[in-house]
């Protein structure tokens, strides 16, 4: 096998940044919530900090943005996406922000966005 055999942007246990942005997110449901705008990595360890949701909106126009913890995702190849165990009216709820109003993504907000969703912030 060469390098050129191998897949550059995913393979079985690891998937490329390019291809994590833009999949769909659903709910447990199979209702489409959104789609990944972005994520957030953890400088220093490696991991992956936020899923940043883009919801709701019209074709993207007036969508706010959701940083969900990574773990509350789960990836599902049947649907080609990932699912959260998340209705609309929680995530309607959840913490967010409007395009060109980005938080400061530091512990204290951090804990903040863990926490709605009941999870300790580990870093």
């Known amino acids: 096998?060469?390098?050129?055999?191998?897949?550059?942007?995913e393979t079985n246990r690891l998937?490329?940044?390019?291809?994590?942005?833009?999949?769909?997110?659903?709910?447990?449901?199979g209702e489409k919530l959104g789609s990944i705008y972005n994520f957030m990595v953890d400088k220093r360890s490696g991991k992956a900090e936020y899923a940043v949701?883009?919801?709701?909106?019209?074709?993207?126009?007036?969508?706010?943005?959701y940083p969900l913890p990574w773990d509350v995702l789960t990836y599902?190849?049947?649907?080609g996406g990932y699912v959260v165990g998340l209705d609309?009216?929680?995530?309607?709820?959840?913490?967010?922000?409007?395009?060109?109003?980005?938080?400061t993504f530091d512990r204290e907000y951090g804990r903040g966005v863990y926490g709605y969703y009941g999870i300790n912030y580990p870093f």
């Open 88 to 103: 609309k009216a929680v995530l309607e709820k959840a913490p967010r922000y409007a395009s060109g109003n980005e938080p």
């Open 1 to 9: 096998m060469t390098q050129t055999d191998i897949a550059t942007d």
């Open 76 to 79: 599902d190849t049947d649907q």
């Open 15 to 29: 998937i490329a940044s390019n291809k994590v942005e833009g999949t769909t997110v659903y709910n447990r449901e």
């Open 53 to 65: 949701l883009q919801f709701g909106g019209l074709l993207g126009i007036g969508s706010d943005y």
